[in-house]
């Protein structure tokens, strides 16, 4: 009996993979379609965002009225008071 090729396994996987994304694109509504078209170009390497991720980073210092404004924000997650990612995810329309 003669072995399958191990690419055979592989490709498998990614046909799997291609079936689930498309079910779970079915799932979606149109604010979401927005959402997952903007992922997509920038996994896909739509030119702007190719370049957006490849531009050099400008080093600023952080300013003091900065450095309070993001101690105020840490010191609640501190104390449990962030929001749980599914309160996000409804927010912004990213959920059935």
Do not use: W
């Amino acid at each position: 009996m003669d072995h399958l090729p191990c690419d055979l396994n592989e490709e498998r996987k990614e046909v799997v993979a291609r079936q689930q994304a498309h079910q779970l694109l079915d799932q979606l509504g149109p604010v979401q379609y927005n959402a997952v078209a903007q992922l997509l170009e920038g996994l896909a390497g739509v030119p702007l965002l190719q370049s957006l991720t490849q531009a050099s980073v400008e080093e600023e210092g952080i300013t003091a009225d900065t450095n309070a404004a993001l101690d105020r924000p840490r010191a609640s997650l501190a104390r449990g008071e962030g929001n749980p990612q599914e309160v996000i995810l409804r927010e912004f329309g990213l959920t059935r």
